[in-house]
């Protein structure tokens, strides 16, 4: 049996939970019960375009935004949706992580 590198991967917390709000076109982060992050989108057919990240004041730099931006782009793989990343901190996540995400985003085109 050969050892490998675990995956990376953020601390559990039984206490957070995400989800998609159509309704309100975003991802959620609450913890317990307080709303602490959103990801805004725009549905469009064959992708989501997905605009701005927000933290609360009070939930900023804990790394809950990044648990959600991977919680909305393993969703979008998954139900076989591509992925425009007008986010900034969403665009960088993907750069981050290319071999996960990138063959499945098409970039905005600047200008």
Request: glycine share 6%; charged share 25%.
């Amino acid at each position: 049996m050969s050892a490998t590198a675990a995956p990376e991967s953020e601390p559990y917390n039984a206490s957070v939970r995400m989800g998609r709000n159509d309704a309100k076109h975003r991802y959620e982060l609450f913890v317990v019960d307080e709303l602490a992050v959103i990801i805004t989108f725009r549905d469009r057919p064959g992708h989501l375009d997905l605009i701005h990240t927000e933290a609360q004041s009070a939930f900023e730099g804990q790394g809950l935004a990044t648990v959600l931006v991977r919680y909305a782009l393993d969703d979008l793989v998954a139900a076989g949706k591509r992925v425009i990343p007008h986010c900034a901190f969403v665009a960088d996540f993907i750069k981050e992580h290319p071999d996960a995400y990138l063959q499945h985003t098409d970039f905005p085109e600047s200008g």
